[in-house]
């Protein structure tokens, strides 16, 4: 059984697999800047879960190399014993900011590297340019999550590989649509349509949204972005998946 907990409206979790707890990119205290604050910073619309009420985490696993997923002040004050696996670029942003820490790079699929008893793989979207935004593959035991906090384009083969050798008891995925000028990203987020072929092409038993917080924001990219949030009560998903909405902090059993 997988048990999920969400720590801020956006894309910040605690996912416990058997004994494990992995902190899923935290970003619980201020606010997020991108290079610069007039080109963009954002906050939480509600107070996230704070770092003193985490209990005991076994590793924290950051998934981009962006500051709203590698929060690096939220970093700063977690116990810096505490090992961070990390796909390549976040790994590569993590060893200049903490060479002091233990970091360890995730390898790309169909490679699958064990940490703390977890098998876990990245998915690179084969951009050669920012932004690279890569989908994870968690495996414990007969439970499988598939994470993609900024969706994800699986090509007909890769679909049909992950399908053949995972049963996905959980996909974790944005139902928004964040678009921007392409010269600044285009489909930041690609939105309910992605999230749908994902759910198609996996066919995982449930589908949870995240990345999908209405932030507080300012700058040029809150003026320029073109923003379409989710309704989840008119989200139709294959039969074989459950929507679970989380709108709350209280943890949740999967299976």
């Known amino acids: 059984m997988i048990r999920i907990q969400r720590l801020n409206l956006d894309?910040?979790?605690?996912?416990?697999?058997?004994?494990k707890r992995i902190?899923?990119?935290?970003w619980l205290i201020g606010s997020e800047v991108d290079g610069f604050s007039w080109f963009n910073e954002q906050w939480h619309s509600r107070e996230p879960v704070q770092p003193d009420a985490l209990g005991r985490i076994d590793f924290i696993l950051i998934s981009q190399s962006y500051e709203d997923h590698c929060h690096l002040p939220t970093l700063r004050v977690l116990?810096?014993?505490?090992?961070?696996?990390?796909?390549?670029?976040?790994?590569?942003?993590?060893?200049?900011?903490?060479?002091e820490r233990t970091i360890t790079a995730i390898d790309d699929y169909p490679a699958m590297n064990e940490y703390n008893g977890i098998s876990i793989a990245a998915l690179h979207p084969g951009r050669k340019i920012d932004p690279i935004y890569y989908g994870l593959i968690l495996k414990f035991q007969e439970e499988t999550i598939f994470y993609a906090s900024h969706g994800f384009n699986l090509d007909v083969g890769t679909a049909a590989r992950l399908k053949d050798q995972f049963d996905f008891t959980l996909l974790i995925t944005t139902f928004t649509h964040f678009k921007l000028p392409a010269l600044l990203g285009g489909d930041v987020n690609p939105g309910k349509d992605n999230a749908i072929q994902l759910c198609e092409q996996l066919r995982p038993g449930n589908v949870i949204g995240t990345h999908d917080?209405?932030?507080?924001?300012?700058?040029?990219?809150?003026?320029?972005?073109?923003?379409t949030y989710p309704?989840?009560?008119?989200?139709k998903l294959p039969n074989h998946a459950r929507l679970l909405v989380m709108d709350d902090y209280n943890e949740v059993s999967v299976n």
């Open 231 to 235: 309704d989840f009560n008119n989200i």
């Open 213 to 227: 917080e209405n932030k507080i924001g300012k700058g040029l990219i809150s003026k320029l972005a073109k923003v």
């Open 23 to 26: 902190l899923v990119d935290p």
């Open 79 to 99: 116990d810096e014993r505490i090992p961070i696996v990390a796909t390549e670029k976040a790994a590569g942003r993590l060893r200049k900011k903490f060479p």
């Open 11 to 19: 894309t910040s979790w605690i996912f416990t697999l058997g004994s």
